[in-house]
């Protein structure tokens, strides 16, 4: 299958403005530039009315308007609501606690076992000297 391409040289100074202003909204819009075109090419296509162009034109139209929908399928980026992102907080939260709980276990344990075959431990640091 093959997937359409624009390809666009900018000869002036205006038209890398233009475009480096684009990149911007897009990334202030979190859209990725692809996406900001194709919306605008689809604002500027449902601007002008089939009823008021000529068959071909409303053809080229219509033909357009198909392209930029398979194109917009392919670059939509999955989104989470709020209560799952705050769901996925709370997962990585009680994670946290539990790996730190475990890191205390397996140091205290650690510490018996150094304890009982004879192994200095630094109280104040709550370091092991091996010596």
């Known amino acids: 299958m093959e997937y359409p391409q624009i390809n666009i040289k900018l ?5 890398r403005e233009l475009v480096k202003q684009a990149k911007q909204r897009a990334e202030d819009l979190r859209l990725t530039f692809k996406e900001f075109v194709l919306d605008c090419i ?3 296509l449902v601007e002008e009315s089939p009823d008021s162009a000529d068959s071909a034109t409303a053809a ?3 033909a357009l ?6 194109l917009s399928e392919k670059v939509s980026i999955p ?3 709020k209560t799952e992102v705050h769901t996925l907080q709370e997962r990585v ?17 650690l510490a ?3 304890e009982s075959i ?10 092991v000297h091996l010596t």
Do not use: F, H, Y
Request: aromatic share 0%; proline share 2%; with cysteine.
């Open 79 to 81: 989104s989470a609501t």
């Open 11 to 15: 000869l002036s100074e205006e038209d």
């Open 118 to 127: 004879g192994c200095p431990r630094s109280r104040t640091l709550g370091v």
């Open 42 to 44: 689809r604002n500027a």
């Open 93 to 109: 939260n009680q994670l946290r606690v539990g790996i730190s709980n475990e890191i205390k276990k397996d140091r205290e344990q």
């Open 60 to 62: 080229e139209i219509e």
């Open 65 to 70: 308007k198909a392209q930029i929908a398979t």
């Open 112 to 114: 018996s076992m150094l």
